[in-house]
């Protein structure tokens, strides 16, 4: 089993709700649901874009999937993360947008949210004793995305290239999406979550993701709420 420490709304959230529908499957439930009409896609192609956003639930990254390191179990994970948010402040992101990193498309911050950044550096360093090693095979899989050095130190340092000064917040709506359609996946996109590309969100809870098994879906179970005061 590996666990994950990710950003997420309620399930009840309104974007939470959308992106359900959009992906075609709920995390907090384990539900798979229909996919909605996308114009411009040949059959089987939008269930291809989206396949790696659905099994991961959607979320943003903070703490990286990984498996416990020996000696650490469920339960004290469990108790850490309370322990954590019940210190730490929830965080409004002032504009969420619709963009596209690279291949793939994600909401993300249209400015950077140094309390945000602050917020998943900390997530990285204080549960890195919960972390088990990565596997070589782990290891090899993230390099075929081509690391910079930094990158490459993060990896073997912390389990995951994209901490710290790499870190980007974002909240992934597809998977890879070739050049020739990208227009037309902007396009849906904006029309499916308009009225939440622009809109300001309010980060204020963390969200503990398992995979039960290597390739599996992961599912959320538990969620810890940031109630702490701003410093």
């Not at 992934?172 to 904006?190: F, H, I, Q, W």
């Not at 969620?223 to 410093?231: D, H, P, R, T």
């Amino acid at each position: 089993m590996r666990y994950a420490i990710y950003a997420t709304p309620s399930a009840d959230h309104p974007l939470a709700r959308a992106a359900v529908r959009w992906l075609g499957r709920d995390a907090f439930t384990g539900e798979d649901h229909p996919l909605p009409p996308v114009n411009g896609f040949s059959d089987g192609t939008i269930e291809a874009y989206l396949a790696d956003p659905a099994r991961y639930g959607f979320h943003a990254t903070l703490k990286a999937p990984f498996t416990l390191a020996d000696g650490q179990s469920e339960a004290d994970l469990i108790a850490t993360l309370d322990a954590f948010a019940a210190q730490s402040a929830a965080i409004t992101v002032p504009e969420l947008v619709i963009r596209r990193l690279g291949r793939f498309f994600a909401l993300v911050p249209n400015e950077r949210v140094p309390e945000l950044d602050d917020l998943a550096g900390r997530i990285v360093a204080e549960f890195e004793p919960f972390r088990a090693p990565l596997s070589e095979a782990d290891i090899a899989r993230r390099r075929v995305a081509g690391l910079t050095l930094d990158e490459e130190t993060n990896l073997i340092r912390w389990g995951y290239p994209y901490v710290f000064d790499a870190f980007r917040f974002h909240m992934s709506l597809t998977g890879r999406v070739p050049k020739d359609d990208a227009e037309a996946m902007e396009t849906e996109l904006k029309k499916h979550f308009a009225g939440f590309d622009g809109a300001p969100f309010a980060l204020d809870r963390l969200g503990l993701f398992i995979e039960p098994e290597r390739g599996s879906p992961f599912l959320v179970r538990h969620v810890a709420l940031l109630s702490g005061s701003a410093a």
